[in-house]
């Protein structure tokens, strides 16, 4: 089992940044690919980023170059840094587990964290 509390969320302006951060607790987070969701209010949760155990990382279209995920196995936390922001990247993020292949898919992720709120103003 992994427990997952993200932190980190909160308003900024236009063009600012955040760092989310991903506390994972259990014995088997460096084992697992970790990924970024976000869902903004009426819309279904999309993926954002994820990381593999190995390093490998993946990013939507959307966020490819502004935002970058990595991870700190020796401290049990993923980040998610984001510049260049814009107001449609308001959204409640969510940081998730999978052992799955397929790390596109929100179906894929077994282990959840809360969420944490990011809002950019314009």
């Known amino acids: 089992q992994l427990q997952l509390v993200e932190s980190g969320g909160g308003l900024v302006q236009t063009g600012g940044s955040l760092k989310l951060s991903c506390q994972a607790s259990?014995?088997?987070?460096?084992?697992?690919?970790m990924g970024w969701f976000r869902q903004a209010p009426g819309k279904e949760r999309a993926f954002v980023a994820a990381?593999?155990?190995?390093?490998?990382?993946f990013y939507a279209d959307s966020v490819k170059g502004r935002f970058t995920i990595s991870r700190d196995n020796a401290k049990d936390t993923v980040y998610l840094q984001m510049d260049s922001l814009k107001p449609e990247d308001t959204a409640i993020y969510y940081c998730?587990?999978?052992?799955?292949?397929?790390?596109?898919?929100?179906?894929?992720?077994?282990?959840w964290g809360q969420g944490t709120q990011v809002t950019v103003s314009s």
């Open positions: 998730a587990s999978t052992w799955a292949v397929r790390i596109y898919s929100r179906e894929s992720y077994y282990y």
């Open positions: 259990g014995p088997t987070f460096s084992e697992a690919t």
């Open positions: 990381i593999r155990s190995a390093g490998n990382t």
